[in-house]
């Protein structure tokens, strides 16, 4: 099997470091065989074997700056026509989304339909951002599709062998509420339910870090790196 | 349900830890990397760094000193201690803190924390407040720079209300009276400040026991807690902490 290559997008929102880190930790410690690269070129994105978008930020911003940066095009060719793997992290993954309403209204990629509203401050107590660590729970419905069930390939180690919920470290002030029950793979509680963990196909979204959520999110991407779709 | 942070905070000079945990095990003390390695895995649930670097020049090592950690241990890290300039907080960002505290400087200038949030979210912009008793006698708390020893007559609780409009992201509150005593936070202090902004509050200042970690969250209202020496000199471990928590009945991770 030929080595392959992990592209991280540099769009100018937020800091890759810690992600690429992340993934060139857990590539060596797995003896997975992965380039992990850092790049705003959109001949990069057309030759990556995985995608990786990450975020920090507005909504508005990051799409923007997406957008100039003339990544979109390659993005939907790699991704939607391609079926490449595809990790959206924190923000990249609210990208998903039709739409934000962060600042005003902003067109997401509308890859995973639904829009990104602003938690809600149900209790005064409850602290927004949403900061810190928090359990995901993997959605269970009934006659679930394969990519919903938390026999999901990436997210198979997102639940302890003891059905006990891991914990992963979220940072956001808004959260992604999909239009249809069958996208969402993790949900959070925070006064309210949070949409943790996005998918369909080929496409995954995390609203945490796996890149800060300790062991439990390295085991994450290191299924993302296995993952065949 | 969200967790309780426990952070446990390091004191860096010129890139070497010279306040941490202190084991027979450890090879090298000073090592920022290995001591981050053995607070995560501990279950610390975030890292603090407090660069006490005296010289200008010392400055630049703690970015290498992040780039290093945040190259091998995968959890949230704060870095602190002289930040006054928003290619230093790119700088710390880039090189993996996920967050920066600012202290002095949000005092000199309020609007360089706006500035800040708005170059760089206010996800990572913590504002550090020093804060004790009034130094006229009058209610209430005052900030204080200079490591407590000035005060600016600054009322804490509507400075952190302040700081919260500017776009601060977390609240870092030392209760500079009992900061070093061992006799716990100050609680009336950290409720107030707490109860009255939205983002997070960090209690740090005066922990001796693991009693007061709780009390931090269940009586000061604290959405993280943050110590140093009971965890450096072995006193308790993170485990216990979390123990002491859950016991009262504060979620943990």
Redesign the interface.
């Known amino acids: 099997m030929a080595k392959e290559t992990l592209l991280i997008i540099d769009y100018g929102s937020?800091?890759l470091?810690?992600v690429a880190?992340?993934f060139e930790?857990k590539a060596h410690e797995d003896h997975i065989d992965c380039d992990v690269i850092v790049s705003d070129r959109p001949e990069d994105i057309r030759k990556a074997d995985r995608v990786v978008l990450p975020g920090?930020?507005?909504f508005g911003d990051c799409k923007d700056n997406l957008e100039r940066s003339g990544l979109i095009a390659p993005l939907e060719e790699a991704v939607l026509k391609k079926s490449v793997p595809f990790l959206g992290i924190c923000v990249g993954m609210q990208l998903l989304a039709t739409r934000g309403v962060e600042h005003g209204v902003y067109a997401g990629l509308n890859w995973i339909p639904g829009q990104v509203i602003p938690i809600v401050?149900t209790t005064p107590?409850l602290?927004?951002?949403?900061?810190?660590?928090?359990?995901v729970v993997m959605a269970h419905y009934e006659g679930a599709s394969p990519e919903q069930d938390n026999a999901h390939f990436v997210l198979r180690s997102a639940e302890s062998s003891n059905g006990e919920a891991k914990?992963y470290?979220?940072?956001?002030?808004y959260m992604f509420q999909c239009e249809y029950d069958h996208h969402i793979l993790g949900m959070s509680?925070?006064g309210q339910s949070v949409t943790a963990i996005v998918g369909r196909d080929n496409i995954l979204g995390v609203q945490f870090?796996p890149?800060?959520?300790?062991s439990a999110?390295?085991e994450l991407l290191s299924g993302f790196m296995k993952w065949r779709p | 349900?969200?967790?309780?942070?426990i952070i446990p905070c390091l004191d860096i000079d010129k890139g070497r830890v010279v306040k941490g945990v202190n084991f027979v095990d450890i090879v090298d003390a000073g090592d920022p990397v290995e001591q981050a390695k053995i607070y995560?895995k501990a279950g610390a649930?975030e890292l603090c760094f407090l660069d006490i670097t005296a010289t200008h020049e010392g400055r630049d090592t703690i970015i290498h000193m992040v780039?290093d950690v945040?190259?091998?241990v995968?959890?949230?890290l704060t870095v602190g201690g002289g930040i006054s300039t928003i290619p230093h907080i790119r700088n710390l960002?880039?090189?993996?803190a996920?967050k920066v505290s600012i202290n002095s400087a949000a005092v000199k200038n309020p609007d360089f924390v706006r500035k800040a949030a708005e170059k760089c979210?206010?996800?990572?912009i913590v504002v550090a407040i020093d804060a004790k008793a009034k130094e006229d006698g009058s209610e209430g708390w005052e900030i204080f720079t200079h490591g407590g020893r000035k005060g600016t007559g600054i009322d804490a609780v509507e400075w952190a209300v302040k700081m919260a409009e500017y776009g601060a992201?977390?609240i870092l509150l030392t209760s500079m009276d009992r900061d070093g005593t061992k006799q716990g936070f100050n609680l009336p202090l950290t409720r107030a400040v707490s109860?009255a902004v939205?983002?997070?509050v960090i209690a740090s200042g005066g922990v001796g026991n693991l009693q007061h970690l709780v009390e931090g969250v269940t009586e000061g209202?604290a959405?993280?807690v943050l110590a140093a020496s009971i965890f450096h000199f072995g006193e308790y471990t993170i485990a216990e902490a979390k123990g002491a928590m859950n016991k009262a009945g504060v979620p943990i991770?």
């Open positions: 937020g800091n470091r810690s880190k992340a930790y920090q930020g507005a401050q107590s602290k927004i951002p949403h900061m810190g660590w928090n359990e914990h470290y979220f940072v956001h002030s509680e925070y870090h890149e800060k959520s300790a999110g390295l | 349900m969200l967790k309780t942070r995560n649930d780039e945040a190259a091998e995968f959890i949230p960002l880039n090189a993996g996920d979210g206010s996800q990572c992201g977390e109860d939205r983002i997070p209202h959405s993280a991770r």
